[in-house]
């Protein structure tokens, strides 16, 4: 073993490089040589070491566990083995126990110092083993308390080296993480000794060290980034509401303020855009769109889409999903490279986009219009005309219908008040023989056309 000026060095030595504390040392040292005394001895004991973190002198101790030969429970003390039986090595005898110390208790250690022992060979190989392993459990634990509580921030740190894919970063203090292959920015040149600001995501507790994984690629990164560059959201005045990226190349951010006075596209943009450059210019010259955000869906789609001109839009809230006609000259522009801009205008939003020409969304509205036509005429028994006249008024399912009273119902133009009433009488027929048959096939008819049309005018004006 190390004499005591080398044990006193090598606690100062290790406290530093580790950054641990000196007293989590000391208990270290105290488990390894309590190791090292029970290997060297030739019969099974429970050793307690008490290390001077002065002088480097240490006192060993023997310990038994105070019990009931009569009548033992199941114990567990420390790293005495539970058990049933009475053993002698490890148990003593209250009666026993109290010739030394009168004052013991049942469940209670009672403690012997042990004269200085000889340790050997093997016995100083584990106490080591003990050590080192003890000190790297130690340096794992500080490195998760650490970074646990941190996760969601952002580092700004060095490349280390690049190694199967993986780039390693330094976090100081002999601490690594890594950003794995799947969070790099595509295309993105990473070489040691490169200075980059990066997103903790997760911490990891398995193998032999905490892994600590950092992105490039997350839509986090891009809101944490620009907190960082715009006053007004990191103060709460400004919000981001929603975030969509495709690293490297492209992405969309929605912001929104109660301020009336304030622009909340112009804050994050700053003067001569040197807010919005210092983003991009950290994120391998990523292109961003920032859109005010608006709580009425087909309003946030048309910013998210911008700046194409969207002519018209047929939501279907059931599905979450929105068709979207634009001009034909401006469909490239509104779908974007590779549907780049629409699919980023999806996530944004939350909706499915199907952007279109005019032309196309016409067959399109035509065709489901036929749909609805055949659904009406088939199902309510009524003519083309009366069907056409239901349509025209925005009426889209026979659930609807069946739900509308006689005055709405009486207020298209072409039907007569009798019609109106065999109309009504059908579809609530229809209904209920459905839910009495468990058949959903009229519903599932319903959803096959579009719940509602913005035309062409309403979409212009918003």
Known sequence: MMNKKEMLFFVEAVANEKGLPKQDIFSVLEDALASAIVKSQ???????????????????FREWVVVDPNNMPTIEQDDVLTQQEFN?????????????????????????????????????????????????????RKIVE??????????????????????????????????????????????????????????GVGGHSPQL?????????????????VPEIAD???????????????????VYTGDPHLDPVGSCVGVRGTRIHAVTNELSNERIDIIVWND???????????????????????????????????LPQAIGRSGQNVR????????????????????????????????????????EDNAKAIIKAGVSSIEEIAYMSEDELSAIKGLDSEICEQIRNTANDQILLGLLSGDDEVTEQDDEVTNSIVSEEEATEK
């Open 42 to 60: 030739p019969e099974e004991m429970q050793i307690r070491v008490s290390l001077d973190p002065l002088t480097g002198d240490y006192e060993a």
């Open 88 to 140: 002698s090595q490890l148990m003593i005898s209250l009666d026993e126990a109290r010739e030394s110390d009168p004052e013991v208790q049942l469940g209670e250690v009672l403690e012997e110092p042990m004269n200085e022992v000889d340790f050997g060979r093997i016995s100083i190989q584990i106490a080591k083993q003990v050590m080192f392993q003890k000190i790297r459990e130690f340096s794992r």
């Open 146 to 203: 650490q970074y646990e509580s941190r996760i969601g921030e952002i580092f700004h740190v060095t490349i280390k080296r690049i190694f199967k894919g993986q780039v390693v970063l330094d976090l100081g203090e002999n601490t690594e993480g890594v950003i794995p292959r799947a969070h790099q920015i595509p295309n993105e040149q990473y070489s040691p000794g490169r200075r980059l600001r990066v997103y903790l995501y997760e911490v």
């Open 213 to 229: 994984y950092f992105s490039r690629s997350m839509p986090a990164l891009l809101e944490e980034l620009f907190k960082l560059e």
């Open 236 to 254: 709460g005045i400004i919000e981001i509401r929603a975030v969509a990226r495709d690293p490297g190349e492209r992405a969309k951010i929605a």
């Open 296 to 330: 009425n869906p087909a309003e946030l789609v048309l910013n998210a889409l911008a700046p194409a001109e969207v002519v018209a839009i047929s939501v279907d809230e059931d599905k979450r999903s929105m068709d979207i006609s634009v001009q034909e000259d401006l």
């Open 344 to 383: 980023l205008a999806s996530q944004l939003t939350g909706w499915d986009l199907n952007v279109m020409s005019e032309k196309d969304m016409e067959i399109k509205k035509s065709s489901e219009q036929n749909k609805l036509l055949k659904l009406f005429t088939n199902s309510l028994d009524i003519s």
